[in-house]
């Protein structure tokens, strides 16, 4: 008869025993599950890791680069960051120079960094995740830039010509492309020479080139150049091939190039894109504000035609990928104001 109850007390305590144990092994995973979200929490950046940053542009020759020099100098006052412009072959390799981490912010064509975000186009299959917006800054016209004493005056009258068509990985190779083919035209139908903006209005004004594409925002120090030696001419799209691009392609815009610009008496009607300002995600939220208020706050005091043009207001405006939680931030700061 003793021997009912001692196997009823072993039988409770094995019980309270794995009552026990799973609740010490439920604390062990919450410990876990803590501890794992801290150590991915610590290997995040900060900004004190940070004594250096460089903002990728385009050629010397071309919109981004003073602007990139301006930036750079703004964003060492705010953050104490030393901060450089450099030289580059643009859009399409900026946003690869990014995803490698050879550099922390560029300047590139919304409809360049859209591209890289799907894996499409030139980014074919590969697609750049690790690379989110700043803020677009303002409209980038596409050129075709010749000489009045060259004969011509239509995209048709490219037929058997040399013509730039922008440096290896620049988004200008797109847009060149694209427009052609709105014309009835392809790279077939042209002789394509690969030529970033400085060397583009060299070869123009030595007679080894034709015509050049030029995507950026004008007036382009390479086109003034170009206008200092020789009579130059922007052949127009037409508006009702305008259209068409932008049925195909959105992320197309009219625009019109005043009258005066290079020196031409009368506006002349072209496309454009959108030029914007891109950064690594890895770059801390603080940070990402502070470049980000540096940039738009200053925008203002800048010497280039451009910079009436770069509004906080209009940041986010055409942006095709992620924003950056830090220029997020900043945005919505001035939207509630």
Excluded: W
Excluded at 8 to 19: D, E, S, T
Excluded at 81 to 95: H, I, L, R
Excluded at 161 to 189: F, R, W
Excluded at 275 to 285: D, G, H, K, R, S
């Amino acid at each position: 008869m003793k021997k009912k109850p001692l196997r009823l007390f072993v039988f409770i305590m094995m019980i309270a025993l794995l009552v026990l144990s799973a609740c010490n092994s439920g604390e062990s995973n919450e410990t876990e599950k803590e501890t794992g979200a801290e150590k991915e929490t610590d290997t995040g950046k900060s900004k004190d890791d940070y004594k250096f940053l460089s903002i990728l542009t385009g050629g010397t020759q071309g919109t981004y680069y003073p602007l990139g020099g301006s930036f750079a100098d703004y964003i060492t006052d705010a953050t104490g960051v030393k901060t450089t412009a450099e030289v580059s072959q643009a859009s399409a390799a900026n946003m690869t120079a990014l995803q490698d981490g050879e550099a922390d912010i560029a300047f590139v064509q919304t409809d360049i960094a859209y591209y890289a975000s799907k894996g499409e186009l030139m980014f074919d299959g590969e697609v750049i995740d690790n690379v989110s917006a700043i803020g677009a800054l303002y409209p980038e016209t596409v050129q075709l830039i010749t000489l009045e004493k060259n004969g011509i005056k239509t995209y048709e009258d490219l037929k058997g010509k040399k013509v730039s068509v922008g440096a290896p990985g620049s988004g200008t190779y797109a847009n060149a492309e694209q427009l052609l083919e709105i014309h009835g035209l392809t790279m077939d139908d042209i002789k394509p020479q690969s030529l970033d903006f400085g060397e583009s209005q060299e070869s123009l004004q030595a007679g080894q080139i034709d015509a050049a594409f030029i995507t950026a925002g004008t007036p382009t120090g390479a086109v003034e150049g170009l206008n200092a030696v020789a009579s130059v001419f922007v052949v127009p799209v037409e508006d009702a091939k305008a259209d068409e691009l932008i049925a195909k392609y959105p992320y197309y815009a009219k625009e019109i190039i005043p009258a005066g610009t290079y020196g031409i008496a009368t506006e002349t009607p072209a496309v454009s894109v959108g030029a914007m300002l891109v950064i690594q995600n890895e770059v801390p939220e603080d940070l990402g504000y502070e470049i980000t208020k540096a940039i738009y706050d200053n925008a203002s005091k800048l010497q280039h035609a451009k910079g009436k043009l770069i509004k906080a207001e209009k940041g986010l405006d055409g942006i095709g990928i992620p924003v950056h939680p830090g220029a997020q931030k900043y945005f919505d700061e001035v939207i509630k104001k």
